[in-house]
């Protein structure tokens, strides 16, 4: 039987015991930053490149969605070149709350498995409590719109100025499991497949109308952040709240190759808490209930349900686990 646990004590507990961002393991290089102007039709523009380490580019996006510049980092097949006559098809990896474009290349060995891989890994900022969503801020809209930097700027940058092409896959853990399955909700065919790590998949799991606690992430990650500038509130504005939440829109993600992996809380075998961690417990109600869904509409999802915690070393497994469906579905080495 599930536990009703409301968003608030989840994200809640997500925020508080979330493991403190570590020294970057990346292969480090003195950085080089060079001049660049990218115009994609949307006046977002790449203000700067910088190399970091083998195959990585930070890129420096002034982008009017954000109202300021936002920063992505890519991993670059071997062979690219912005002048070459092929395109590369794309993994977008997003990151969890609470950290930002660095977190893939940081804590997991991305590089390495992607080495050998045809494809161009995108790995943007999302911001600390970004939720990938255009925030409603009292129905007033405007900044941030982290949906519009993503699927509009920055995928337009990356057709135009750095020989991406139109198949691309998406991934991400925590915060970035549930982008991840909004990105190929929200948009049909933008995405051949998708996985998502520990993400909050239901977004209003456990809420009970004229339950006021639903206020999670903008309250813990971003303090003076009144959370409901995200969605509103989840009543009031119940129609954004299901626009945004991935099982009430899971009937558009048929025909897109799904990969759905959480812990129960308990330490795994990688290690962990000497108690139930309860980001990842409430993490794991979500994505059986999001799985639930998938299935009752007859929409076929590969589950991976395990002892294990909201960490990184999970995320790693997990990463290397839904690899091969991730690339066959790009039919890339």
């Known amino acids: 039987m599930l536990r009703r646990i409301t968003p608030a004590a989840w994200l809640g507990a997500f925020v508080l015991l979330l493991p403190s961002p570590i020294a970057d393991r990346s292969t480090a290089v003195a950085a080089t930053t060079v001049a660049a102007t990218t115009v994609a039709g949307t006046g977002a523009r790449v203000v700067a490149e910088t190399s970091v380490a083998s195959r990585t580019v930070d890129l420096t996006i ?8 936002q920063k992505v980092r890519l991993l670059l097949p071997r062979g690219w070149s912005k002048d070459a006559r092929r395109t590369w098809p794309a993994l977008w990896l997003l990151h969890g709350g609470v950290d930002d474009y660095t977190a893939w290349t940081r804590d997991t060995d991305v590089a390495d498995l992607t080495a050998r891989s045809g494809v161009i890994v995108v790995m943007p900022n999302g911001g600390r409590c970004g939720n990938y969503s255009d925030w409603w801020n009292y129905g007033n809209g405007g900044s941030p719109r982290w949906e519009t930097f993503h699927m509009t700027e920055l995928r337009r940058i990356l057709e135009s100025g750095y020989r991406a092409g139109d198949d691309r896959v998406v991934a991400g853990n925590s915060m970035g499991g549930l982008g991840a399955m909004l990105y190929a909700a929200r948009f049909p065919g933008m995405f051949k497949a998708a996985a998502s790590f520990s993400g909050y998949v239901d977004t209003l799991y456990g809420h009970e109308p004229g339950d006021d606690s639903t206020g999670w992430g903008p309250s813990f990650a971003c303090p003076g952040t009144d959370w409901r500038r995200v969605w509103g509130d989840p009543d009031d504005q119940a ?7 991935p099982t009430d829109i899971a009937g558009r ?7 759905v992996a959480s812990g129960n809380g308990r330490a795994g075998s990688l290690g962990g808490l000497p108690f139930t961690d309860p980001v990842e417990a409430a993490a794991d109600d979500n994505a059986h209930a999001f799985v639930d869904r998938l299935r009752d509409l007859g929409i076929p999802v590969t589950a991976r349900f395990f002892d294990g915690q909201h960490d990184w070393p999970y995320w790693q497994r997990d990463l290397h686990q839904a690899y091969p469906m991730l690339m066959d579905a790009l039919e890339a080495g």
């Open 239 to 245: 129609a954004i709240w299901r626009a945004h939440n």
């Open 253 to 259: 993600l048929r025909g897109v190759r799904l990969w």
């Open 62 to 69: 002034d982008s009017p969605a954000m109202g300021g510049d």
